[in-house]
């Protein structure tokens, strides 16, 4: 596809469920990121996969969060025994190069294209 | 917690006039981002400014960086109803792929 994907687009949930968000990047993107937007804030990083590797999970809330990218494209965010906390709009981004870790060069820049993400609602 | 932050929190202005927004950050970066939300959708790419420039143009948006304040500016001339959005800068720190995004400023033009 053109963009970034991502599906449901809208997801409501009962306390105590597990629910699971998928993300479709761009064609040939190596890197995939997650990011949790609360009502009115900024988004905030969750984790970050390099193919199907995942470089930095420090952005979970919590062990009840988890993420995958088995091969290297699409990407699952699970989410167990839902809270009510939990409930934000979830986005996907992904980008085509990859900076090594521990070199940033100063012209080193992904640009991050984002889907229109996933509302969880959690009841 | 998020790195930067916006200010104002809300602006409001009539069609026509200019718009500026401003962003605090904490640490030493790679560049940073802006980028607008409209209500409903994702975010969308509008400038990077890397840490070694001080001013950008896009269009009828101009960034200005200043690292040793760590702040930035957001500059969007003769504003259109079209505007009208909410938007974040994000900061790319000096290692790292992460963005870290501010809790954005909302955007209101008047038509």
């Known amino acids: 596809g053109a963009g970034v994907s991502q599906s449901p687009r809208y997801k409501v949930a009962k306390r105590g469920q597990d629910v699971a968000l998928r993300c479709d990047p761009i064609?040939?993107?190596?890197?995939l990121f997650w990011y949790q937007q609360a009502l009115g804030q900024g988004p905030e990083f969750l984790t970050y996969?390099?193919?199907?590797?995942?470089?930095?999970k420090s952005g979970l809330p919590s062990d009840r969060f988890f993420a995958e990218r088995p091969e290297g494209s699409v990407s699952t965010l699970k989410i167990q025994r839902t809270q009510q906390e939990d409930s934000a709009v979830y986005l996907c981004?992904?980008?085509?190069?990859?900076?090594?870790?521990?070199?940033?060069?100063?012209?080193?820049?992904?640009?991050?294209?984002f889907g229109p993400g996933t509302r969880l609602t959690v009841l | 917690s998020q790195q930067g932050e916006e200010d104002p929190q809300a602006l409001s202005i009539q069609e026509g006039e200019n718009a500026t927004m401003n962003c605090s950050y904490k640490?030493?970066?790679?560049?940073l981002q802006w980028y607008r939300q409209n209500s409903g959708r994702g975010l969308v790419h509008l400038i990077l400014?890397?840490?070694?420039?001080r001013e950008k143009h896009s269009g009828r948006l101009r960034v200005t960086l200043d690292t040793s304040k760590k702040s930035s500016s957001l500059l969007i001339t003769a504003s259109r109803a079209a505007d009208t959005a909410s938007y974040f800068c994000?900061?790319?720190?000096?290692?790292?792929?992460?963005?870290?995004f501010g809790a954005g400023t909302i955007l209101r033009v008047k038509s």
């Open positions: 400014i890397r840490s070694n420039e």
């Open positions: 981004a992904s980008s085509l190069y990859l900076i090594p870790p521990g070199q940033g060069a100063i012209d080193s820049y992904n640009e991050q294209f």
């Open positions: 640490t030493s970066i790679n560049n």
């Open positions: 994000a900061v790319r720190r000096e290692y790292g792929n992460k963005l870290v």
């Open positions: 996969f390099q193919n199907e590797a995942q470089l930095d």
């Open positions: 064609s040939g993107h190596v890197s």
